[in-house]
């Protein structure tokens, strides 16, 4: 067909228009099957199918959920008072008030209140904040292996979380390698009793070691490997690429990181007592990432 339709653009007996007519038309009919050819091809791309049957899934080993505990008690009086004691240079009630809002500290709300003590800097907060919070060792009531767990402590934007079992606190539940966010809260009331019962059902997702064969665009996913990240390069997870978009923007508005992300790469620059201003101005935008 499409030689016959040459034949006839060929025809010295043609009129140019017509003969540029018939030319016209071939490109609108190549241009026009083009478009649903690659669609097709396209799709065949994005959406490859990839079909297994796991016959062990009895043997299973899943992987249980992280607990964070954000304490609404966290402040160790007796180590605040021996801290303000060895500080004599420095007005006790400044101080006191200081150091009340460092260990209550939200980025939310009284984050501004730690900017107008400019005595102590920034980069001295996380030295000065651990000391003065509890910090008890856990100690589990059943010896029994599952209970067999690791703790440590972490600082966020929703101030101190570690292990202390305490009557008031905020329980975060998220992945192994996942960070608390205020998603994934499960608050509890003050004057509670002093242990919570929660009952959780897991459900283990597994893919084909084929799956990693395929391009990330066309899986639509990426496995912990893999990370594009520019804070976290050595792990990737859906809670670190929302952190790692709200540190951009950190960066991007006021130049610099919060003190209370001091774990992320070295090379960030920590922000002063005008970037936590900053910070503060835009916490409320910044939060909803």
């Known amino acids: 067909?499409?030689?016959?339709?040459?034949?006839?653009?060929?025809?010295?007996?043609y009129h140019p228009i017509e003969r540029y007519y018939w030319i016209f038309s071939i490109f609108v009919v190549f241009g026009m099957s083009f478009i649903p050819i690659s669609s097709f091809v396209f799709k065949f791309l994005t959406n490859p199918i990839n079909v297994s049957v796991d016959r062990n899934y009895f043997h299973?080993?899943?992987?249980?959920?992280?607990?964070?505990?954000?304490?609404?008690?966290?402040?160790?009086?007796?180590?605040?008072?021996?801290?303000?004691?060895?500080?004599?240079?420095?007005?006790?009630?400044?101080?006191?008030?200081?150091?009340?809002?460092?260990?209550?500290?939200?980025?939310?709300?009284n984050l501004d209140q730690l900017t107008k003590f400019t005595k102590i800097h920034p980069n001295e907060y996380i030295p000065v904040f651990n000391p003065i919070t509890y910090y008890d060792k856990h100690r589990r009531n059943k010896d029994v292996e599952?209970?067999?767990?690791?703790?440590?402590?972490?600082?966020?934007?929703?101030?101190?979380?570690?292990?202390?079992?305490?009557?008031?606190?905020?329980i975060y539940l998220h992945g192994q390698m996942e960070l608390p966010s205020r998603k994934s809260v499960i608050?509890?009331?003050?004057?509670?009793?002093?242990?919570?019962?929660?009952?959780?059902?897991?459900?283990?997702?597994?893919?084909?070691?084929?799956?990693?064969s395929l391009a990330i665009f066309q899986r639509k996913c990426r496995f912990d490997d893999e990370s594009n990240?520019?804070?976290?390069?050595?792990?990737?997870?859906?809670?670190?690429?929302?952190?790692?978009?709200?540190?951009?923007?950190?960066?991007?508005?006021c130049g610099c990181i919060p003190f209370f992300y001091h774990y992320v790469t070295p090379e960030t620059n920590q922000c002063?007592?005008?970037?936590?201003?900053?910070?503060?101005?835009?916490?409320?935008?910044?939060?909803?990432i």
């Open 146 to 170: 599952i209970y067999k767990v690791n703790f440590f402590d972490i600082e966020t934007e929703a101030s101190l979380s570690y292990q202390y079992i305490g009557s008031n606190f905020d």
């Open 187 to 212: 608050r509890t009331e003050r004057g509670q009793a002093s242990y919570i019962k929660l009952l959780f059902t897991t459900h283990a997702i597994t893919s084909d070691s084929n799956v990693k």
């Open 1 to 13: 067909m499409i030689r016959n339709i040459l034949s006839h653009a060929k025809l010295s007996s």
């Open 229 to 253: 990240l520019l804070y976290f390069p050595g792990h990737y997870s859906p809670s670190l690429c929302q952190l790692n978009c709200k540190l951009s923007a950190y960066e991007k508005h």
């Open 272 to 288: 002063s007592h005008s970037g936590l201003k900053c910070i503060h101005k835009k916490a409320r935008k910044l939060t909803l």
């Open 60 to 109: 299973f080993n899943l992987t249980f959920p992280s607990v964070t505990l954000c304490l609404h008690d966290r402040l160790n009086e007796t180590a605040m008072n021996e801290f303000v004691s060895s500080n004599e240079k420095i007005s006790k009630k400044q101080l006191v008030k200081f150091l009340f809002d460092l260990a209550y500290f939200d980025i939310d709300s």
